[in-house]
């Protein structure tokens, strides 16, 4: 995943999913989840920009977190995709 956003106005400016198909393919259990491991990379305060940007529209409309917590001091951030509506047509 990319987030582009502007650190000046602390919005998301864009947002590219790779892999989309598989990330859109429901599992048994329920909607495939994925990691944000690359946000560890980030310094705290981009850390923290990016996570308000996730949590906010338009990307809040698109994903939604969660979290993994494997340990007491480590907490890894997933994000779902959101279900598209399906639209009906007239036809």
């Known amino acids: 995943m990319l987030l582009r956003i502007n650190k000046h106005e602390r919005r998301a400016i ?15 259990a329920r909607p495939r989840s ?7 990379q980030l310094s705290a305060d981009l850390h923290a ?5 996730l949590r906010r529209p338009p990307v809040c409309k698109l994903l939604s ?6 340990s007491l001091v480590e907490t890894v951030p997933i994000a779902t995709l959101q279900p ?8």
């Open 49 to 53: 920009l990016a996570l308000d940007m």
């Open 14 to 28: 864009g947002l590219t999913l790779f892999d989309y198909s598989v990330l859109a393919q429901p599992t048994e």
């Open 34 to 40: 994925f990691p944000l491991t690359g946000l560890i």
């Open 65 to 70: 977190l969660s979290a993994y917590t494997p």
């Open 84 to 91: 598209v509506p399906v639209v009906a047509s007239d036809t």
